[in-house]
């Protein structure tokens, strides 16, 4: 079983929105409405965001917001601040297969 | 505070075991379901194993299957993880996580780092 697909790198301005996209298969992403999304700054464990999809936290901030079509979830960061450049790991439950969760491959988000 | 603390890593050579912990605080650990989750140098997530909260239910990824056990103590709110024919490809920092929320990780510790190497 494969990671989960994302784009490497994304980067915006401050006060910009920017979107995140992780792509998979119907045996995971598109399986199941079980995608999460984590935020990891330098050597810091990962920080649950987003939950069930698009449900988020107590103490996430609204600015993050998500959705899925399919086999593929995206991650929306609104109002970009210099506080939410990390990496960002989207997951995803996979029954029957090699490993029940699977991860993206990851996106570090830069704030310019 | 909701809190996990791993302990445990170090410098192993290939073929070597060792044994990590996963110490939980400020909430019911003995209803929990745990996860390890590592991440290789430079590297993504990567999911591990997990355990149910009575551990009568465990998983593992298919890449450490046979090598690498879980298991945990109610008694003492402690997390396993014993690694066992450990290879260069398992150094990485294992972090222990909370499923507090079903099939997402709502808590997780600071990690603790795991080198293989002669």
């Known amino acids: 079983q494969s990671a989960l697909t994302q784009p490497a790198s994304v980067s915006g301005s401050p006060g910009q929105s920017i979107t995140i996209s992780c792509t998979g298969t119907?045996?995971?992403?598109?399986?199941?409405?079980?995608v999460s999304w984590y935020q990891q700054h330098p050597g810091k464990g990962p920080k649950l965001m987003i939950y069930?999809?698009?449900s988020r936290p107590s103490g996430v901030s609204d600015r993050f917001s998500a959705s899925k079509s399919g086999n593929a979830a995206s991650l929306t960061i609104s109002g970009l601040q210099a506080e939410d450049e990390a990496d960002y790991y989207c997951?995803?439950?996979?029954?029957?297969?090699?490993?029940?969760?699977?991860f993206g491959t990851g996106t570090t988000v830069t704030v310019l | 505070e909701v809190q996990l603390v791993e302990s445990g890593g170090g410098l192993v050579q290939p073929g070597g075991s060792l044994r990590l912990s996963c110490v939980a605080s400020?909430?019911?650990?003995?209803?929990?379901?745990i996860h390890w989750v590592r991440q290789a140098p430079g590297k993504g997530l990567e999911f591990v194993s997990g355990?149910?909260?009575?551990?009568?239910?465990?998983h593992y990824s298919k890449s450490v299957k046979g090598r690498f056990t879980i298991s945990r103590d109610n008694s003492k709110n402690t997390l396993y993880l014993q690694m066992g024919s450990l290879r260069p490809e398992d150094e990485a920092v294992y972090y222990c996580?909370?499923?507090?929320?079903?099939?997402?990780?709502?808590?997780w510790g600071q990690g603790t780092a795991v080198t293989v190497s002669s």
């Open positions: 996580a909370r499923e507090g929320i079903p099939k997402a990780f709502d808590v």
């Open positions: 400020g909430f019911s650990f003995s209803t929990s379901y």
């Open positions: 355990i149910s909260a009575i551990g009568d239910y465990t």
């Open positions: 119907s045996s995971d992403v598109g399986g199941y409405n079980y």
């Open positions: 069930d999809v698009s």
């Open positions: 997951s995803s439950y996979a029954r029957g297969s090699t490993s029940p969760y699977v």
